[in-house]
């Protein structure tokens, strides 16, 4: 089974500060994902990545950062926390492998941080 | 561009049917995805559809007509466990794209 895991599943965070979240996947997946989860606006991408030290804004990107130095590992920078990034955070990953379903994400299960 | 509209909640009771409906615009067509999502937790695959036609499993079925850009979600004999988010969601290059979620509730 594709396991997806993220660092924290609750984070407190003060405005101004700077947050780090992590997501690891553990099937050698080429592209990660960045979403972010809000009540009435349903998932939104923040930003993605092809492959190691590769990334492409998503639809959302303002106020976020990303860094992918390992395969397995993205992670998403929040360079100065602010009350409006108060969300659900979600990571995913898929493959580029051929196959039925080859555009199927699979999901980690989440960080729901708040920003005080 | 690609836009996706489901209905935003849907109640049911035990042991009902229920029929989620969405439909969609995209500019490429490369088939369509249901997740369900429960409160608090991560969207879970359900269904894969590319061709026309209706897709079975178990109690779960999707229907996809990519000529009228429509799709739904079939789910029979309902239990109170299938109280949940079910997203619409269509391809977009790399990316996906989610609809905004249909919340089902399950009454006894």
């Known amino acids: 089974d594709v396991k997806v895991t993220q660092s924290s599943r609750y984070l407190v965070k003060r405005t101004g500060e700077k947050v780090f979240l992590e997501c690891v996947q553990d099937?050698?997946?080429?592209?990660m994902f960045w979403y972010r989860q809000d009540p009435g606006l349903g998932l939104r991408l923040i930003y993605f990545s092809y492959d190691v030290k590769m990334k492409e804004k998503g639809d959302i990107p303002e106020g976020y950062s990303v860094s992918r130095e390992k395969k397995e590992r993205f992670s998403l920078i929040l360079e100065s926390a602010s009350t409006n990034q108060t969300s659900m955070y979600l990571c995913?990953?898929?493959?580029?492998?051929?196959?039925?379903?080859?555009?199927?994400?699979?999901f980690g299960p989440g960080t729901r941080l708040t920003v005080t | 561009g690609q836009n996706i509209d489901q209905p935003t909640e849907m109640t049911a009771t035990e042991g009902a049917i229920v029929q989620i409906n969405c439909t969609y615009q995209t500019s490429g067509f490369n088939g369509l995805f249901w997740y369900q999502q429960h409160a608090g937790e991560a969207p879970t695959f359900l269904s894969y559809?590319?061709?026309?036609g209706l897709e079975e499993k178990g109690r779960f079925s999707s229907f996809l007509s990519r000529s009228k850009g429509y799709s739904y979600l079939l789910l029979k004999e309902l239990q109170m466990k299938d109280s949940a988010s079910y997203l619409c969601?269509?391809?977009?290059?790399?990316?996906?794209?989610f609809g905004k979620g249909t919340t089902l509730s399950v009454s006894s």
């Open positions: 099937m050698d997946h080429e592209n």
């Open positions: 969601v269509i391809p977009a290059g790399t990316a996906l794209i």
């Open positions: 559809n590319v061709l026309d």
């Open positions: 995913a990953s898929r493959t580029t492998r051929l196959g039925s379903y080859s555009y199927e994400q699979y």
